[in-house]
């Protein structure tokens, strides 16, 4: 039997906002980052029009970012590679959640670089 149901969503632009913002969260307690913007991922993607989208954008993201840093640390004695490889990490983990929040407030679909798709 098919439902007529239809679930509406809200469109709650600052909400998105937020949810790249609590990215930053890692810079101030070290951790949190990947932890918040999934706990608003998962209890909003229902009910807040492009939270799906943005969440899983934002995952993948931060996932990428450990990656990437995991991988980064045998290049570290490969003349101090690594460390370069960590700080271009760090500024892309600073500055794409920023980028992003203000493209969320205009309505605009995020857009993280070199971020792998595990979630789609």
């Not at 239809?6 to 906002?17: A, C, E, P, S, V």
């Not at 969320?104 to 979630?119: D, H, K, Q, V």
């Amino acid at each position: 039997m098919q439902s007529n149901y239809h679930t509406y969503k809200r469109t709650d632009n600052q909400l998105l906002f937020i949810t790249h913002l609590s990215q930053l969260l890692t810079f101030i307690t070290g951790f949190g980052g990947l932890i918040a913007p999934l706990i608003i991922w998962a209890t909003q993607k229902e009910s807040v029009d492009g939270m799906d989208a943005h969440g899983k954008s934002i995952i993948n993201f931060q996932l990428s970012i450990i990656v990437y840093s995991i991988l980064s640390i045998p290049l570290i004695f490969l003349f101090g590679l690594g460390l370069f490889i960590f700080g271009l990490i760090g500024i892309l983990a600073f500055i794409m959640p920023i980028i992003n929040a203000i493209k969320a407030s205009n309505g605009e679909l995020p857009s993280y670089p070199l971020s792998l798709s595990f979630i789609s």
